[in-house]
């Protein structure tokens, strides 16, 4: 990366179509984004183009998160997120505006993991799964059933057979 792409702007283009203009430098936390501007580096390109790049699976209220998130990570980078984890508290394994930044709701934080693996931003898909995986921490398979709005394709009966030969992974003795 060259000091003119460093400083340049790019315009990311949500599902709507709404525009959102961007430094190269917070857009490029985006894999997508710096795959996309490596692929037009073409000698007779004007360099002051602004490159527009489309984002046809983000929304706009998403996108405005995303580079949110870019833009804070350049200033104060996230601490890394090591497996396994030392707590179930995002904020006792993140900084506090990290932390803050997934309290959203799910609805909203189910859209960040999308964005996050479209656009290949790895501290926030990883931010993103966190909070994710802390929020379904405890749950029944039901409420993770419901939550993620997954059916459930057993019998009764094949429930009762699968929780019996698993029981061994819930600590409690087999009978």
């Known amino acids: 990366m060259d000091d003119d792409d460093a400083h340049g702007t790019v315009k990311l283009i949500s599902k709507e179509g709404d525009t959102f203009e961007v430094p190269v430098e917070i857009a490029k936390l985006s894999t997508l984004v710096m795959t996309t501007l ?3 580096d073409d000698d007779d390109a004007d360099e002051d183009d602004i490159v527009e ?3 046809p699976n983000v929304k706009a209220t998403v996108l405005a998160k995303v580079i949110e998130y870019c833009t804070h990570y350049k200033d104060e ?3 890394t997120i090591t497996t396994p984890l030392k707590s179930n508290r995002v904020e006792e394994i993140v900084q506090e505006w990290y932390a803050n930044f997934v309290k959203v709701e799910q609805i909203m934080l ?3 993991v999308t964005a ?3 656009m290949d931003i790895k501290p926030l898909l990883d931010l993103t799964c966190l909070a994710v995986s802390v929020y379904i921490k405890g749950k029944s398979a039901e ?3 419901r ?3 997954i059916s459930n394709d057993f019998s009764p009966e094949e429930e009762a057979q699968v929780r019996e030969e698993n029981r061994w992974a819930e600590g409690a003795p087999k009978k």
Do not use: D, Q, S, V
Request: charged share 20%; net charge negative; proline share 10%.
């Open 38 to 40: 490596g692929e037009g």
């Open 53 to 55: 790049i489309p984002l």
């Open 77 to 79: 980078p996230m601490t």
């Open 110 to 112: 189910f859209e960040l």
């Open 116 to 118: 996050a693996n479209f």
């Open 143 to 145: 409420e993770i059933r």
């Open 147 to 149: 939550i993620f709005n």
